[in-house]
């Protein structure tokens, strides 16, 4: 087995301690790039293993946690080489006012870094003037609302009111996630998707960079 096959099955079986020294050893010969690339391939692993109901949250949660480690390692030596990884797409994300649950925002975070998209994370409890103002100012692919709270809803589709009448709807797609999102809740908000798996939606974001590029 390569180090690379390595070090993605000691990620996917949740192996922190081994996963981290693997990158580590890595990092001192090998360009950080590849350890990246590693990311996205265990990334997607672990997705599947969450839709086929083999992973839960939990699992998620500490696969977002070990992502996040060696992502923060290679990204670190990346920067000291004067080096930049290839970004696919821009995503602006935050879990909307009222709401300061951030367990679900931070897991997609670290599976959207890890594949690939440059994220710009707003915070928790963020008002719908702050999601329009960093459109402006850093003009993402994609906007991600994050909420677990029934509230969350009515936030959602404030906000997506306010990038409306600022007159940026049509320049971003627009995804939804948390406890009480449902297609019924995406119709309401005016959303482009909605995802209660962090998995799905770096899927779909995925999915819509793609079409984009085919444009």
């Known amino acids: 087995m390569s180090m690379s096959e390595e070090l993605v099955k000691a990620i996917v079986e949740l192996d922190e301690g081994k996963a981290v020294e693997l990158a580590r ?95 710009i994370d707003l915070g928790v409890d963020v008002p719908p003037q702050k999601f329009v103002d960093a459109i402006k100012q850093y003009n993402p692919d994609i906007v991600g609302m994050s909420g677990l709270l029934t509230l969350a809803i009515d936030s959602m589709k404030k906000t997506v009111d306010a990038i409306k009448e600022a007159g940026l709807r049509d320049k971003v797609k627009i995804i939804i996630g948390g406890g009480r999102v449902d297609k019924y809740a995406c119709e309401y908000v005016g959303a482009d998707a909605w995802t209660n798996s962090a998995a799905e939606g770096v899927k779909i974001m995925l999915k819509w960079i793609e079409d984009k590029k085919m444009r």
């Not at 050893?25 to 350890?35: A, G, Q, T």
């Not at 672990?46 to 949660?61: M, Q, S």
Request: glycine share 10%; charged share 35%; net charge negative.
């Open 25 to 119: 050893k890595r990092l001192e010969v090998e360009d950080p790039l590849n350890i990246l690339n590693d990311l996205t391939k265990a990334a997607n692993i672990i997705g599947e293993k969450y839709e086929k109901g083999e992973f839960f949250i939990a699992d998620l949660v500490m696969a977002g946690e070990i992502l996040k480690a060696v992502s923060d390692m290679a990204r670190e030596k990346l920067k000291a080489l004067g080096k930049r990884r290839e970004v696919i797409g821009r995503f602006v994300i935050g879990t909307v006012e009222g709401d300061i649950h951030d367990i679900g925002k931070n897991i997609v975070i670290t599976m959207a870094e890890a594949a690939g998209f440059e994220v």
